[in-house]
């Protein structure tokens, strides 16, 4: 049994999609959104707001998207809404190796965390930080050969 004084972590989802058709296939916004309510409820963390982008690339600069701009300025404030941002997948919040790492710094020494279900990244260790950049680096270098393969396609 939960005490009256426990406190309720409060989460924020944040789902993206890089094109209109994935938005209702694949790895939806309705399965990201599904996923990252399960998560919540399997942590009896309270889930605020679920902030989407849907179509919008991840190579865009988070608060240069209608929903980025939303987590970037939950980031940024002196009482944030919640407590921690979570996505599915870390290539949710970006494909730029330097946007992601320094959005991880901030999401490190700030007031709101993060969290990446598929990953478990865990932003608190040393080697939670270092896998999270290794996976930035992964995650522009997937973006990079998707372009590269769709030009090839195109030719």
């Known amino acids: 049994m939960v005490k009256p004084s426990a406190r309720t972590f409060r989460i924020i989802g944040y789902s993206r999609v890089s094109t209109m058709e994935q938005?209702?296939?694949?790895?939806?916004?309705?399965?990201q959104e599904s996923r990252i309510r399960a998560w919540c409820e399997s942590q009896g963390a309270?889930?605020?707001e679920i902030v989407?982008?849907?179509?919008?690339?991840?190579?865009k600069l988070l608060a240069e998207r209608s929903g980025g701009r939303r987590v970037a300025h939950l980031l940024e404030s002196r009482r944030p809404i919640a407590d921690a941002v979570v996505v599915v997948r870390m290539d949710?919040?970006?494909r730029d190796a330097a946007e992601q790492i320094a959005l991880l710094k901030r999401f490190r020494s700030g007031r709101v965390g993060l969290v990446a279900i598929a990953e478990q990244i865990d932003l608190a260790t040393p080697h939670g930080r270092a896998m999270a950049q290794i996976g930035a680096v992964f995650n522009e270098l997937e973006r990079a050969?998707?372009?590269?393969?769709?030009?090839e396609a195109l030719t």
């Open 46 to 48: 309270e889930l605020v």
């Open 23 to 31: 938005a209702s296939e694949g790895m939806s916004l309705d399965a």
């Open 52 to 59: 989407r982008d849907e179509g919008v690339s991840g190579t």
């Open 145 to 151: 050969l998707i372009a590269e393969r769709t030009t």
């Open 92 to 94: 949710r919040l970006g």
